[in-house]
């Protein structure tokens, strides 16, 4: 009884230690090198600013920098929540008919051959400096990688359990919601964890082409300024934000699908 609680104890720390620990041990390895790189290399802080330096510059601009993050996100979250919202019906538009597949998904690869840099200028000139071409901005890059994995997820349903339900005369929609939507959620949350990873990038480059405000005019104006250990700030909270959007759906996911993940332990302690 003694060994198996104690071994329940232990689970969890030995689940943090397996799963957290070596990519922070990681981080932490590069960081020392990167120090030492900066301090001991020969280079100047406007080649190579230092990890030390790089916090210092942040502390210091944070009066400029809060709201930067505030503004970021605010066209991040709202141009996920779109694309998201937009991915998805588009995804279960090209499943529910093989007219609207045909139609709709060579549109849906050529969406993604646009140059982000060479439209971005065109809507702050449609819709001027403002939220909406950030959001727009956000949703093109965004929306792809749901449709796309979301699509696939409701087509990889078990044609046996789709078979058994039509031969209990369920109706199309029924089989839809109670076969084909849960197994496409998966794929849909895959897809929704590429998003946001390129979500922050993409309000990054729509206000570095046309802010006034937000990380990418902060970086902008780094730049401009000549001011590397600030450059240096935007890009690890733009990092460490799109890190922290990742791991919020991927604990999202945890809770909404835990039959999943229970199976896929089980499967992963099966071939070992």
């Known amino acids: 009884m003694y060994l198996a609680n104690s071994s329940r104890l232990r689970k969890p720390n030995n689940r943090f230690a397996r799963n957290f620990l070596p990519p922070l041990l990681l981080i932490l390895f590069l960081m020392a090198i990167w120090q030492l790189v900066a301090d001991r290399g020969g280079l100047s802080s406007f080649i190579l600013p230092s990890p030390l330096e790089v916090a210092l510059a942040a502390w210091e601009t944070r009066d400029l920098l809060l709201p930067a993050i505030g503004t970021t996100?605010?066209?991040?979250?709202?141009g996920l929540v779109i694309a998201t919202l937009l991915g998805f019906a588009i995804a279960a538009a090209i499943d529910l008919s093989a007219t609207i597949r045909r139609a709709v998904y060579p549109i849906l690869v050529a969406s993604q051959t646009v140059q982000i840099l060479a439209i971005a200028p065109l809507l702050i000139i449609w819709f001027g400096f403002g939220l909406l071409p950030k959001v727009f901005i956000?949703?093109?890059i965004c929306f792809f990688p749901l449709a796309l994995n979301t699509s696939d997820g409701l087509a990889s349903a078990d044609p046996e359990q789709v078979n058994l339900l039509r031969a209990?005369?369920?109706k199309r929609g029924q089989i839809w919601r109670m076969v084909r939507l849960p197994s496409a959620l998966p794929a849909f949350f895959t897809g929704l964890r590429i998003a946001v990873t390129y979500s922050v990038v993409g309000?990054?480059?729509a206000e570095w082409v046309g802010g006034t405000g937000g990380l990418g005019l902060y970086m902008l104006r780094s730049k401009n300024a000549l001011a590397?250990?600030?450059v240096f700030v935007a890009i690890v909270i733009t990092s460490a934000i799109s890190i922290?959007?990742?791991f919020l759906v991927y604990l999202i996911e945890r809770l909404a699908l835990p039959w999943y993940h229970t199976q896929a332990r089980g499967e992963a302690?099966?071939?070992t």
Not at 73 to 78: A, F, G, N, P, Y
């Open 269 to 271: 302690w099966e071939t």
């Open 228 to 230: 590397t250990d600030q």
């Open 244 to 246: 922290g959007l990742f």
């Open 73 to 78: 996100m605010v066209e991040t979250l709202i």
């Open 168 to 170: 209990m005369n369920a």
């Open 138 to 140: 956000v949703v093109l």
């Open 203 to 205: 309000a990054t480059i």
